[in-house]
Structures are given as C-alpha cells and as structure tokens.
T-cell receptor
Framework: KAGVTQTPRYLIKTRGQQVTLSCSPI?????VSWYQQTPGQGLQFLFE???????NKGNFPGRFSGRQFSNSRSEMNVSTLELGDSALYLC?????????????FGNGTRLTVT | AQSVTQPDIHITVSEGASLELRCNYS??????LFWYVQSPGQGLQLLLK??????LVQGIKGFEAEFKRSQSSFNLRKPSVHWSDAAEYFC???????????FGRGTSLIVHP
C-alpha cells in the first residue's frame, strides 16, 4: 500500500506570493489533516478535512486555507506569504472515523519564504 | 479539553544504555495514547498505541510503553538504544469528539557513541 505523498518536497517563495501544497492520502483514508512544524512552535494543527468538508480547524489566520477533493486528495494554500510562514508542512491521513485512528504522515513540504 | 506534556525537551543517552521518555496527559476518562517518532527530514511514524487492555504495549523498533492511570502517564522505554534511534519523539492523546489528537511538544533524543 502506498504511503502518504506530499508534493513538492521543497519550495522557495518570496514574501507576498502564494503557494499551494498537495497531499495524496493512503488508499481508503478519508481524513486529511495539515500541520505546521517549526523549531520554536513545534507541531501546530492547521485544519482537517473529512469527505470533502472541513471538520476541524486550528488557530491560524485566514491566509491559510485548504480543500479536499472527491478522491480524498487535499491541497492547502497560503496566500500573501510572510517570513514567519517558513516551516515544514506535514500532511497526515487516517480513516478518520474515531479517536483511535492513528495518523499516517507524509514526509512534508519544506517551505522557505525569503 | 485534553492536553499532553513531555517534560524533557532533550534527552542524551549513550548507545547501549536504556531509555525512558516521559509523557503525561490530562483527560477525564481513559484516552487513546500514541507515540510517534520523527527522523530528520521525515514525517512522523507511529511507534505504538494504547487503546485498552494490557497497560504495557509493544511497538516497532524494540520500543514499549506503559500506561499508568494513577499517574496519567504513558512513558516510552527501550532497554538498549541504538545510534539510529536519534530522532524527535512525540506523545499524542486522542480523546473527545474532534478526532484530532493532541500532540506534545516533543523530546529530542541524542545518542552518543
């Protein structure tokens, strides 16, 4: 079974630009969550999609958005990039039907904003 | 709401020594508990999980964890650490109705030869 695939692996953008990151889940997984990881703040939850609907949302500004397609693939978008958005963005997928569904993580997209 | 505390930011051990990483949680009932490991440049990988039953659970790579309800703890152990175990370790608790686990801040394990 293929794992969680995130593309691209690395991205360099300048302030003010926007960026779109992609996540393909494990087959059968309907929940896709996005996390931002930085050395100072650790792992921070952005949002979760389940069956094309945003089911949970973290405490991030509206510049961060996402969506999920009918095949469960998900994208997240960050508009008007700031230097502080430089981070490793991780996607995690699961069956999403209970609290005991372990998360399966991709290897992340490393975003650098200059 | 649930919370997770990993009191140690960094832990340094010698190769071959035993290891214990601490995790304390706060939740009114018995939660679902997880340990994940993150190697440099990688995503997180599930090491083990506890849902119910035997309080000592075995995981991959020779790790085990013990759930202690009285102490609200779920500490991760390994009897003999290998250099390849150097990584970041995250404890997480799944509880409530959100289906989103709460992660601790992580413990960075450094292994000396």
């Amino acid at each position: 079974k293929a794992g969680v695939t995130q593309t691209p692996r690395y991205l360099i953008k300048t302030r003010g630009q926007q960026v779109t990151l992609s996540c393909s889940p494990i087959s059968g997984h309907r929940s896709v969550s996005w996390y931002q990881q930085t050395p100072g703040q650790g792992l921070q939850f952005l949002f979760e999609y389940f069956s094309e609907t945003q089911r949970n949302k973290g405490n991030f500004p509206g510049r961060f958005s996402g969506r999920q397609f009918s095949n469960s693939r998900s994208e997240m978008n960050v508009s008007t990039l700031e230097l502080g958005d430089s981070a490793l963005y991780l996607c995690a997928t699961s069956l999403g039907q209970s609290n005991n569904s372990p998360l399966h993580f991709g290897n992340g997209t490393r975003l650098t904003v200059t | 709401a649930q919370s997770v505390t990993q009191p140690d930011i960094h832990i340094t051990v010698s190769e071959g020594a035993s290891l214990e990483l601490r995790c304390n949680y706060s939740y009114g009932a018995t939660p679902y508990l997880f340990w994940y490991v993150q190697s440099p440049g990688q995503g997180l990988q599930l090491l083990l999980k506890y849902f119910s039953g035997d309080t000592l659970v075995q995981g991959i790579k020779g790790f085990e964890a013990e759930f202690k309800r009285s102490q609200s703890s779920f500490n991760l152990r390994k009897p003999s650490v290998h250099w390849s175990d150097a990584a970041e370790y995250f404890c997480a608790v799944g509880a409530g109705g959100s289906y989103i686990p709460t992660f601790g801040r992580g413990t960075s394990l450094i292994v000396h030869p």
